[in-house]
C-alpha cells in the first residue's frame, strides 16, 4: 500500500506576504524603468521635465517598499492602500509629462489588474471608479506639455473621451473576467483539498479495517474455545445445582456470543463473510434489533420509533448495524439515560435519527464532524464513532449531520439512499 503525502495549502497571511513581497518586486521595477526613462527623457532627448516632482514620487515608492519591510501584518485594507499610493504616483507622473497624451497612461490597467487578482470584488471595482476618474480628470486638467517638432502631437476633445470610454470599458471587463477566473481556481483548490483529505480518511479506513480483520480472525478462535468451555462447565454438577451460577454461565455465555456476532459483522464489513449470508429482512425488524440487542451502561434505555407507515425490505447491512451501535454507545457515554432511534423516509432517502438527552457535544466537535479521534473522551481509540458512522454513510452514499438539541441532549441524522439497501422486486 503507498501512502499519499497531503499537501496543505499555506495559510491566508503567508499567502498574502508573498503576495506583498511580489508586489514589492515589481514596484522596484516600476522606479527603475520609470528612473531611466525620465533621465532618458531629459537629459539624452532634451525634453524639460520636473525632475523634482517627479523624482519625489519615485521617492515615495521607495519608501514605501522599505517601509513594507518592517510590517508584520498586512490585511487587505493595508494591501489597498499600497495600491493606492501606486496609483497616485503614477498619476503625479503623468500629471507632468503629458496626461493623457502620455503613452504610459494605460499601466493604471496594471493596478485594476492587481486589485482583481490580489483583493476582494469590492476594492477591484473601487480601483476601476478610481483610475478611471483620474483617467478623466487628467484629460481635463493636465497641463499642455512642449515637445520637440516631429515628436508632439495634438489630441482632440472627442479622442480623449473617446479614449476613456475606451479604458473604462476594458477595466470593467477585466475586472468581471479577472476575478471570476480566481474565484473558480479558489473553487477548484478548495475541491482539491477535500479530495486529499477524502483520500487520507479513506486511507485510515483502509489501515483500520486491515487491524479490526486480522483482530477479528485472531479472537475467533479463543473465543469459540470459551464457548466450548462454558458448554461444559453447563455440566457439572456443582453448577448444575446452582442456579445463581447457571445464570451467571448463561451471561457468560450471551456475551461471547455477542461478542462473536461483533466479530462476524467487522469481517463482514471487510468483505469477508463468515457464516450465515447477508440476511433480508425488512427496516422495523433490521433497526429494533440492534436496539434490543444493545446493552448500555445500565441507567441508559433506547428504544426504536417507527415513523414510517410501511415496512421497506432491505439487505441487513451489518456495516451499518455497528454504526448504528456506535452512536447509541455515544450518546450512553455522553450521560443519556434515554435515547432514541427514530426512522423516517424522505422520499427515496431513508432517515435514521438518534436523539438522547445526554450532555451534547462540544462546539469543536460539531465544527469538525468526520475527522478520527476527535472526542472529549481521554481513552486510546476514542472519537471513532462520528468518524466511522461519517465513511459508512458515505459508502452508502448518505450523509452524517450531527447537533445539540435546544431541549438539551444531541442528535445524529444519518440520511442514505433507500435503494442502498433495499431489495429490488426480484427479490435480489
Not at 514596484?27 to 524639460?48: C, E, N
Not at 503625479?92 to 485594476?112: A, D, E, H, K, R
Not at 483482530?215 to 470459551?226: D, F, K, V, Y
Request: glycine residues 8%.
Amino acid at each position: 500500500m503507498t501512502t499519499e503525502r497531503v499537501i496543505e495549502a499555506p495559510p491566508v497571511d503567508e499567502t498574502r506576504r508573498r503576495n506583498v513581497r511580489l508586489l514589492s518586486v515589481l514596484r522596484w521595477l516600476a522606479v527603475g524603468g520609470q528612473l531611466a526613462t525620465i533621465l532618458t527623457v531629459h537629459f539624452v532627448i532634451g525634453v524639460q521635465l520636473p525632475l523634482v516632482p517627479m523624482l519625489g514620487a519615485l521617492a515615495a515608492l521607495v519608501a514605501l517598499n522599505l517601509a513594507v519591510l518592517a510590517w508584520d501584518r498586512i490585511g487587505e485594507d493595508q494591501l489597498f492602500a499600497m495600491l493606492l499610493v501606486d496609483v497616485t504616483c503614477l498619476t503625479i507622473q503623468l500629471y507632468l509629462s503629458g496626461g493623457v497624451g502620455n503613452p504610459f497612461v494605460t499601466l493604471y490597467l496594471l493596478q485594476v489588474v492587481l486589485a482583481a487578482v490580489l483583493l476582494p470584488p469590492w476594492s477591484s471595482w473601487a480601483m476601476v471608479a478610481i483610475t478611471s476618474a483620474l483617467f478623466a480628470w487628467l484629460g481635463w486638467a493636465a497641463p499642455p506639455f512642449a515637445l520637440p517638432a516631429g515628436w508632439g502631437s495634438t489630441l482632440s476633445v472627442p479622442y480623449v473621451v473617446v479614449s476613456w470610454f475606451n479604458y473604462t470599458l476594458a477595466a470593467m471587463l477585466l475586472v468581471q473576467f479577472v476575478t471570476q477566473i480566481v474565484r473558480n481556481l479558489s473553487e477548484r483548490d478548495a475541491r482539491l483539498a477535500a479530495l486529499r483529505q477524502r483520500a487520507a480518511e479513506e486511507e485510515h479506513i483502509v489501515r483500520m479495517g486491515l487491524l479490526a480483520s486480522g483482530a477479528a480472525h485472531e479472537l475467533g478462535t479463543p473465543l469459540a474455545s470459551i464457548a466450548v468451555m462454558l458448554g461444559d462447565w453447563r455440566g457439572e454438577p456443582a453448577i448444575a445445582r446452582d442456579p445463581a451460577l447457571l445464570a451467571d454461565l448463561d451471561d457468560m455465555r450471551a456475551e461471547v456470543m455477542r461478542c462473536k456476532n461483533i466479530l462476524s459483522g467487522i469481517l463482514l464489513a471487510s468483505g469477508e463473510v463468515r457464516g450465515n449470508a447477508p440476511a433480508r429482512t425488512t427496516v422495523r425488524t433490521f433497526l429494533s434489533r440492534i436496539v434490543a440487542d444493545w446493552r448500555g451502561n445500565g441507567a441508559a434505555q433506547a428504544q426504536y420509533d417507527h415513523l414510517m407507515s410501511g415496512d421497506p425490505r432491505i439487505v441487513a447491512d451489518r456495516a451499518l448495524a455497528q454504526t448504528i451501535t456506535n452512536l447509541l454507545d455515544n450518546a450512553a457515554e455522553a450521560g443519556a439515560t434515554a435515547i432514541r432511534l427514530c426512522a423516517a423516509i424522505d422520499g427515496d432517502r431513508l432517515v435514521l435519527a438518534v436523539h438522547d438527552d445526554g450532555a451534547g457535544f462540544a462546539a469543536d466537535i460539531l465544527d469538525g464532524i468526520g475527522k478520527p479521534y476527535l472526542s472529549t473522551k481521554d481513552r486510546r481509540g476514542a472519537g471513532l464513532g462520528l468518524f466511522l458512522a461519517t465513511n459508512v454513510l458515505r459508502t452508502l452514499g448518505g450523509t452524517v449531520m450531527a447537533r445539540n438539541r435546544a431541549d438539551g441532549g444531541s442528535e445524529v441524522t444519518l440520511v442514505l439512499p433507500l435503494a442502498s439497501l433495499a431489495i429490488g422486486e426480484d427479490g435480489g
